[in-house]
């Protein structure tokens, strides 16, 4: 099996901090983000892996390289368009071959592995399986209606959900999804889903399975969920390894090589080698490059070297 990571996204709702650090590098618990995920493929014994990126590739590929460092062999796709994430695991179709794989959407963070599920996928012949998740409020993610652990039906946010299953972001499929994707038109946003392909799937009569996800899951794409996540992989702790001159609250990760000085820093992060003078207290907020600010700075992302609007 071999595994394919999503990273082109642009991670616009973390800018400016984004613009400058493509958001899969964005550091969380001071390591970037898209080192979670090389732990969970490699726990399941995936050392092949595509990383599908987009116009942040030269940064990509500087950061990452061969994946040599972390015991893995990374090769990269260009997703030439932003046109959803079936469209993005198109490109990684050559690389793929005639294997099954395990597609990982980069930002997404879990609290445990999926080495049971691979083997179920591997066991039962299945065209795909799904990480599927229990959730309280369906209607914000694709929903999985199933019958026993076999999925009959997807739906995007539906607004009468008729199941509380959210698909949680991680997929296992065999070479039959190469069939579907010539002849998936783009949704209504114009976009082509992968939830779309899986239901041509199960529309022609594949093996479509759910497999239920019963630990943390967090998408990390806004500010609140970036921290939330950072203050779960911290394991509730502070973790400073730049130095801060300050009160020092609850829930701060300083990054290497920061310097830091504030009347108070708490439900924050400062990313490696900034440089942060705040007169006031710092709150919920992501602080990257220079920065020198009067008064105090409270859920905001900030990055000095960003020079945009």
């Known amino acids: ?9 642009k991670g616009s709702r973390l800018y400016p901090a984004t613009h400058i650090v493509p958001k899969p590098l964005l550091p969380m618990a001071n390591r970037i983000t898209l080192h979670y995920a090389l732990d969970r493929l490699t726990e399941m014994g995936i050392k092949d892996i595509c990383v599908v990126v987009g116009e942040n590739e030269p940064k990509m590929r500087a950061a990452l390289g061969d994946g040599s460092d972390y015991g893995v062999n990374l090769s990269y796709v260009r997703q030439t368009e932003p046109k959803g994430l079936a469209h993005a695991v198109g490109f990684a179709k050559e690389f793929v071959g005639d294997d099954t794989f395990a597609l990982y959407l980069g930002d997404a963070i879990y609290g445990s592995g999926f080495a049971e599920h691979k083997k179920k996928f591997e066991e039962s012949g299945a065209a795909n399986l799904n990480i ?44 039959e999804l190469w069939s579907v994707l010539p002849d998936l038109q783009p949704s209504g946003r114009g976009e082509y889903e992968i939830t779309d392909a899986i239901q041509m799937l199960i529309d022609r009569g594949h093996l479509v399975l759910a497999g239920e996800f ?73 602080i990257g490059g220079t920065v020198n600010s009067t008064g105090s700075v409270e859920s905001q992302i900030l990055h000095g070297d960003y020079q945009g609007e």
């Open 132 to 175: 599927v998740k229990p959730v309280p409020d369906p209607s914000r993610f694709g929903v999985a209606n199933v019958e026993g652990d076999r999925i009959v039906k997807l739906v995007e946010k539906p607004k009468n959900p008729e199941s509380n299953l959210a698909m949680a972001g991680l997929y296992f499929f065999g070479p």
């Open 214 to 286: 019963d630990d943390a899951w967090f998408d990390t794409g806004t500010l609140d969920s970036y921290l939330e996540t950072t203050a779960y992989l911290a394991k509730g702790e502070n973790l400073i390894a730049g130095t801060v001159n300050g009160e020092i609250g609850s829930g701060v990760v300083i990054g290497e090589g920061a310097e830091l000085t504030c009347e108070k820093i708490e439900d924050s992060v400062i990313l490696p080698g900034a440089k942060v003078s705040v007169s006031g207290v710092i709150r919920h907020s992501l």
């Open 1 to 9: 099996m071999k595994g394919v990571i999503l990273a082109a996204g």
